[in-house]
């Protein structure tokens, strides 16, 4: 618990860091949101009119006050409201939330089976032609752009082969190319860690007095090594589930999903301060906390690692 504690403090710095490069890349950006809002509506105003709505959003203070204001909002659990809509940014993130959790954790699950099997593949096949087959896929993993690959995937089983939807797409025949698109490069990753560390495990002492005793291969691998092994792949998958949710923003745009993803992006094009903000915060929280679970998980696989 006060290992808990302990690194939710340490977050504390780091949702700061966070919320204040955002602010400050938002506003630092050449463009008027009040202009853009306008424009968007089809709508001629004065320039009266639009310092007057300014000045109701409170965007001619000074950027430390309204970086201060939007501190205060947030610790009370208030993002404030979208420029464009007036839609409070809490109810927006609440609403694009569950498609972009439904698409991340769908893609890690692939990337999970995928590599982990790849990476015992590979190391259980050392130097044979599976380890060589694996790795190339790990590494091919590793150098295809996730929106490439999601243009590529859509071009050929959506628009030749005709078997899932080109774009959107409701149920799970909408959520496998976009998260085989999203998970094939972290799976890659994956992979590649679990390979290394499991044959670092298969040469310790005690592998070598298992395999004496008569064990099975089989037994010695998921009994015994694979376990100890799994530690440092946490890890990995940990920083990866951080890496899927951000990249959704990308996979959601190639195959125009909607989520948090398109969210930012559509605020990010029109400007939309508030929403921006309480996004990119929303899904830094998101990833701080994952982390920490992760690291708590290390005391469960082995019970040597103490969290307290």
């Keep these: 618990m006060r290992y808990a504690l302990t690194r939710l403090v340490l977050a504390v710095p780091i949702m700061f860091g966070v919320s204040l490069f955002t602010f400050l890349m938002l506003h630092f950006v050449p463009g008027d949101p009040v202009a853009a809002m306008f424009i968007g509506q089809g709508a001629a105003v004065s320039e009266e009119q639009m310092d007057k709505v300014r000045d109701e959003l409170g965007l001619n203070d000074p950027l430390p006050v309204q970086y201060l204001n939007f501190l205060k909002n947030a610790v009370r659990g208030d993002l404030g409201n979208s420029i464009r809509t007036n839609e409070p940014v809490s109810e927006m993130i609440m609403r694009n939330l569950p498609a972009t959790m439904q698409l991340t954790l769908a893609?890690?699950?692939?990337?999970?089976?995928?590599?982990?099997?790849?990476?015992?593949?590979?190391?259980?096949k050392r130097g044979t032609v599976f380890d060589t087959a694996a790795?190339?896929?790990?590494?091919?993993?590793?150098?295809?752009?996730?929106?490439?690959?999601?243009?590529?995937?859509?071009?050929?089983?959506?628009?030749?082969?005709?078997?899932f939807p080109i774009i959107g797409g409701s149920g799970w025949r909408g959520l496998i190319l976009p998260a085989f698109a999203l998970g094939f490069a972290a799976s890659a990753i994956i992979a590649r860690m679990?390979?290394?560390?499991?044959?670092?495990?298969?040469?310790?002492?005690?592998?070598v007095t298992a395999r004496a005793k008569g064990l099975t291969e089989r037994r010695v691998i998921f009994r015994h090594a694979l376990?100890?092994?799994?530690?440092?792949?946490?890890?990995?998958?940990?920083?990866?589930?951080g890496g899927l949710l951000a990249g959704a923003v990308i996979?959601?745009?190639?195959?125009?999903?909607?989520?948090?993803?398109?969210m930012l992006v559509t605020a990010l094009q029109s400007r939309d301060f508030p929403v921006a903000q309480g996004g990119v915060l929303f899904v830094a929280i998101v990833y701080v906390f994952v982390n920490l679970i992760v690291d708590l998980f290390y005391g469960v696989i082995d019970p040597r690692i103490s969290v307290d």
């Excluded at 490439?148 to 995937?153: M, Q, V």
């Design 107 to 124: 893609s890690m699950a692939f990337a999970l089976v995928l590599g982990i099997s790849l990476g015992m593949l590979a190391a259980i």
């Design 194 to 207: 679990v390979r290394a560390s499991l044959l670092d495990v298969l040469r310790d002492n005690y592998i």
């Design 227 to 241: 376990r100890n092994a799994a530690i440092p792949v946490l890890t990995i998958v940990g920083l990866q589930f």
């Design 135 to 163: 790795m190339f896929i790990a590494l091919l993993g590793v150098s295809m752009p996730s929106f490439w690959l999601g243009l590529l995937l859509i071009s050929v089983f959506s628009i030749q082969l005709g078997w």
């Design 251 to 262: 996979i959601e745009s190639v195959f125009t999903r909607q989520g948090l993803g398109r």
